[in-house]
């Protein structure tokens, strides 16, 4: 079965600094990995993908992913945290096949401070 | 384009009640599927649709029933609402697997279950 794990439930970075979320996955086969993030109040937004290829994805907002397949892992980062970053970040897994379902991991709240 | 489009975006029900919760996207998306978000669980897929007038259950169907009669609505009937169904619902949209899409959500409905 599909799955990922997000270890943090929460991440604390000053403004500026560099940040990242992590994410693990398990999956039968090549994963197809997502990342999206949920501002308050709001539905999730797509911010970047994994398919195939290069293992450095550039997402939205100036986020980038690095996909690791034999560490089998999906971390979002970014070179220098802003305080509009603030939100709830989700990684997700999508079958292979068949319907377009993802498994998503329970979420990791990024704080960015002043 | 709207894109996906939820409502109400609130509701209170007490336990017993039945209620429709409404979901359309005008971006033409073969698949839709709905959603819970529920506090470190992250989302949980509920029902799905491939089209119009095909569905399938996800992860936790029970207690909840969906119908697909045109490709722009995909409404989620809650048939006798607990305590349990207490939550917030996500409906998302997309193109056909081999697209390899993302997923676009819409802005939620946060419902309570007294």
């Known amino acids: 079965a599909q799955s990922v794990a997000q270890p943090e439930d929460q991440v604390n970075v000053a403004e500026g600094n560099p940040l990242t979320v992590k994410c693990t996955y398990s999956?039968?086969?090549?994963?197809?990995l997502f990342w999206y993030v949920q501002y308050p109040n709001r539905g999730l937004q797509f911010l970047l993908k994994?398919?195939?290829?290069?293992?450095l994805v550039k997402g939205s907002y100036g986020f980038e992913a690095e996909f690791n397949k034999s560490q089998t892992s999906f971390h979002l980062k970014k070179p220098s945290a802003l305080v509009s970053d603030s939100a709830l970040y989700f990684c997700?897994?999508?079958?292979?096949?068949?319907?377009?379902?993802?498994?998503f991991g329970s979420g990791t709240k990024l704080n960015v401070k002043p | 384009n709207a894109g996906v489009t939820q409502t109400p975006k609130f509701q209170v029900l007490k336990t017993g009640q039945s209620m429709t919760l409404q979901c359309a996207q005008d971006?033409?998306?073969?698949?839709m599927s709905w959603y819970r978000q529920d506090p470190g669980m992250g989302l949980r897929l509920i029902h799905y649709?491939?089209?119009?007038?095909?569905?399938d259950q996800g992860e936790v169907p029970n207690g909840y029933n969906v119908s697909r009669s045109t490709t722009e609505d995909f409404p989620l009937r809650l048939l006798s609402a607990a305590p349990s169904q207490t939550s917030v619902y996500f409906c998302?949209?997309?193109?056909?697997?081999?697209?390899?899409?993302?997923?676009?959500f819409g802005p939620g409905t946060r419902l309570t279950v007294l």
């Open positions: 998302a949209s997309s193109y056909a697997s081999g697209r390899l899409n993302e997923q676009f």
């Open positions: 999956v039968s086969g090549n994963p197809y």
């Open positions: 994994y398919i195939t290829g290069d293992n």
């Open positions: 997700a897994v999508r079958d292979r096949v068949g319907f377009n379902k993802f498994y």
């Open positions: 971006m033409n998306h073969e698949y």
């Open positions: 649709s491939v089209g119009a007038g095909i569905t």
